[in-house]
């Protein structure tokens, strides 16, 4: 439904032009105000004394463009607005062809709700009023252009924008879009400045949720460990304010959307309950709006919070994780996207994997782990995606050496093949971390796997040797450069054991001669 104001001299004139379309009235609300009530009224569309005027549309239900503040009643004016509004571009611009002024902005809405390319021929450089300069902005921002257009020239045109002359409300409208565009670029203390100092102007309520909901983003985008908890207090109290102001507007889609960020915030706090609940109210709201794929989502983050908790010591949650990722994968199939399809098979097949049950049902989980990791590489392929391939192959070798013990092969064995993937692209110079874990895992792997002869494996005792050598070089981390020399003497001992006469080649470890 579409909002009409019309302050008590205006409102049967306005009913009256809205009954010359059929049943038009239907799609309105009407609202009669007076004068004094002037500053509280919140409609799409406002008429009185001074003509029509079109709100900032803070609840996002259309593209971002602004209308002239004022605009001089007509009654093919109002029809066209309240056709534009409803998204009947083909009314509105039978409307509107006799005023140029009016069906510029409806134009890039209408191209940027159906992604039709902009033609730079309704734009004018030259330009130096408000509202043009925003729409400009907004056009370089969110439009589909035939050539690129370049981060600071729309910076440029934001800033041209805000220092032109206009109301605190419509300044504040522009300074929103152009902090969500500044935290997109990844400047977020200049989008940040942007915000405080827009909130800090005499504006409505409904203005200040809209600036704080995206200062939410732009702070979360911030946290980084370790978590600065100021800014963690900060968050809560922000997230909180815009979640009480959407639910108490109906703004289901929007509320649920904070939740999720809300969710995070919580568990990132140590706040595990607090989170679960934060998310599964978010999915409540999102399957209740029929939003399937923002569902879909929560339903992915939902089993992601629920993965980590089991990693960190609650294994309990596998199975929830699980039951979670499994209907996210109702929505993200390998038609639909193929990338989350594949994200999703990754952690499925470590909680496969890792999942609690009794002996005879570990030989099935095994089964369908294997499946999962093997449908993640079919989309992380070597070629195309080489981190992620060595992500899921270091994974898929600890998984190997979770599962049962097979009777024609050695899981150890397979897990080494996998690691040995991983370490290729993981190599010392590109991913060190990377490579210093999987190296440890390797380590690991190799005192299980089986010996092909009976008596001392001198092949592998030397890849042993040589990998924990490396790994004490290379590592930062004090406690795996400790293992690394765990295993270094391990290995010594186990070459003393079968050959006790033999001297150790000394190798030498940070100046220390082994």
């Known amino acids: 439904m579409i909002s009409i104001f019309a302050s008590t001299e205006w409102e049967e004139k306005v009913k009256n032009v809205i009954a010359t379309e059929e049943r038009l009235h239907e799609l309105i609300n009407i609202n009669a105000f007076d004068a004094a009530q002037l500053c509280t009224v919140t409609a799409d569309i406002i008429v009185d004394d001074n003509g029509i005027s079109v709100s900032p549309d803070w609840y996002n239900l259309m593209p971002p463009v602004l209308f002239p503040p004022v605009i001089n009643f007509d009654t093919a004016v109002l029809l066209g607005l309240v056709f534009c509004r409803l998204a009947n571009f083909e009314k509105s611009y039978f409307y509107l062809a006799g005023f ?34 925003h729409n400009s902005a907004i056009s370089y921002q969110y439009g589909t252009w035939r050539r690129e257009i370049a981060l600071p020239a729309i910076e440029s045109v934001f800033y041209k924008a805000l220092e032109s002359a206009g109301t605190a409300e419509r300044h504040a409208f522009t300074a929103r879009h152009f902090a969500t565009f500044l935290c997109d670029a990844g400047d977020l203390s200049q989008a940040e400045l942007v915000l405080e100092k827009y909130l800090a102007t005499n504006i409505s309520p409904i203005a200040c949720i809209g600036l704080k909901s995206v200062l939410c983003n732009v702070w979360l985008k911030q946290l980084t460990v370790p978590y600065d908890q100021s800014l963690l207090s900060k968050l809560k109290d922000i997230l909180w304010e815009c979640l009480q102001s959407y639910e108490a507007d109906n703004r289901n889609a929007e509320a649920a959307l904070l939740l999720i960020d809300a969710s995070h ?93 009794e002996v005879k049902k570990k030989a099935v989980w095994a089964a369908v782990s294997v499946s999962s990791f093997t449908e993640a590489l079919n989309f992380y392929n070597k070629v195309d995606y080489p981190y992620e391939f060595a992500m899921i192959c270091h994974h898929f070798g600890n998984a190997y050496t979770k599962y049962p013990a097979a009777v024609h092969s050695d899981n150890f064995d397979k897990a080494l093949a996998w690691y040995r993937e991983a370490l290729d692209i993981r190599t010392a110079a590109h991913y060190p971390i990377e490579r210093c874990n999987t190296l440890y895992n390797y380590l690991e792997a190799s005192w299980e796997a089986g010996n092909p002869t009976e008596g001392f494996n001198e092949e592998r005792y030397n890849e042993m040797w040589s990998i924990a050598h490396e790994l004490s070089l290379l590592t930062t981390d004090e406690n795996l450069k400790s293992e690394a020399y765990g295993h270094i003497e391990a290995l010594k001992k186990l070459k003393e054991n079968f050959n006790p006469a033999e001297t150790t080649v000394p190798v030498t470890i940070h100046g220390i001669q082994n």
């Open 100 to 133: 140029p002024g009016i069906l510029k902005p409806v134009d890039i809405i209408n191209r940027l709700i159906n992604n039709v390319e902009m033609d730079e021929v309704i734009f004018d450089n030259e330009a130096v009023d408000f509202t043009n300069l």
């Open 265 to 357: 915030v919580a568990n990132i706090s140590n706040s595990f309950t607090e989170s679960l609940g934060y998310i599964n109210k978010a999915i409540g709201m999102l399957q209740k709006e029929s939003l399937t794929e923002l569902w879909g989502s929560a339903q992915l983050r939902k089993g992601m919070l629920l993965y980590t908790w089991a990693q960190n010591g609650q294994p309990q949650f596998y199975r929830t994780a699980l039951q979670a990722l499994q209907e996210a994968l109702k929505i993200f199939d390998r038609a639909v996207a193929p990338d989350v399809f594949a994200d999703i098979h990754h952690h499925l097949g470590i909680i496969y994997a890792e999942i609690q049950d």
